[in-house]
C-alpha cells in the first residue's frame, strides 16, 4: 500500500482551484457567494462526502466479503458547522440507506460502527474535533 | 453564514459513488486496485485536496485585501498516511506558489500561518490528529 499521497492544485482565478489526483482526476473546488455560480463545491462540502463515501466504501466491502447484493446504496450526510472560525464542524451525521435481499439493519450497523471505530480514515481523522453519529435504513427491494 | 451543509450521494457500483452537494455539482470519488482505472480520486485525495485549497482560499482572500495582484498561484500537497488502520494522514505539508508583483515571502507566509492557525476549517478539523507543516515560494513573474 502506498504510504505517500501528492496532489497538484492550480488557481483558476476568484476562489476557483482545481487540484489533479495522482489517479489523474481533476477536481474542482469553489466558494462564491451565496446563489452565485460557482466552479464547483466547497472544500468543506467534499470534506463531508468524503467522510460519508470512505465509511460507504467500507460498509460496501463487508456486506461484498458477506456475499450480500448491493441493489442501491444512497446517502444523506449533514455537517454542522461553528459560527466563530475556524468554522470547523461541530458534528457529522450519516443516514446509510441500503437496499438489497437477505440485508439485515443489524449487519450493516455492526459495519458502519466497524468503519467508524477501525477502518475509515476520513472519519478517524476527525473524530478528536467532530461528533460523528449515523442511522441505518434497510430495505429488501 | 449557513451552518448546516447537507449532500446526497449515490452508489454507483464497484467502490464507485458519486456525491451531491447544495450546490449542485457532482463529485465522483472511487477507491480501484492499483493501476487499474477508476471513476474518480479516492477520499483520502480529495480531503488533502481539500486542505490544501481551503487554505489557498484564505491565502488570496488575504492577498487581495492587500489589492495583491495574483498571476499564478500553484500548490502542492503531500499527506502521509500510517501503515495500520485506521490508514489516517499523520503528516501533511503544503507548498504554496504564490506569483505576482509586489508579494513578498514574509506576507505570504503570514497569511499562511493565520489560515492554518485562525481561519482554515479543513485545516484546523485535521489538526489535533495530522502534523501539518508548509513551506513558501514566492515569485514575481
Known amino acids: 500500500m502506498e504510504n505517500l499521497i501528492t496532489t497538484r492544485i492550480t488557481y483558476q482565478g476568484g476562489m476557483h482551484f482545481v487540484g489533479e489526483s495522482e489517479t489523474r482526476h481533476l477536481v474542482h473546488l469553489d466558494s462564491a457567494p451565496n446563489n452565485l455560480p460557482s466552479g464547483g463545491p466547497t472544500p468543506m462540502e467534499v470534506v463531508l462526502q468524503a467522510a460519508a463515501i470512505c465509511s460507504a466504501m467500507d460498509v460496501?466491502?463487508?456486506l461484498n466479503k458477506r456475499h450480500k447484493q448491493?441493489?442501491?446504496?444512497?446517502?444523506?450526510?449533514q455537517g454542522t458547522r461553528q459560527d466563530k472560525f475556524p468554522r470547523i464542524f461541530t458534528a457529522i451525521h450519516i443516514i446509510y440507506k441500503v437496499c438489497g435481499p437477505n440485508i439485515t439493519k443489524e449487519e450493516v450497523e455492526k459495519a458502519v460502527?466497524?468503519?467508524?471505530?477501525?477502518?475509515?480514515?476520513?472519519?478517524?481523522m476527525l473524530k478528536p474535533t467532530v461528533e460523528v453519529s449515523f442511522a441505518v435504513e434497510v430495505r429488501s427491494e
Open 113 to 124: 460502527r466497524l468503519s467508524h471505530d477501525t477502518y475509515c480514515s476520513v472519519i478517524n
Open 60 to 62: 460496501t466491502t463487508i
Open 70 to 77: 448491493i441493489k442501491a446504496f444512497d446517502l444523506e450526510a
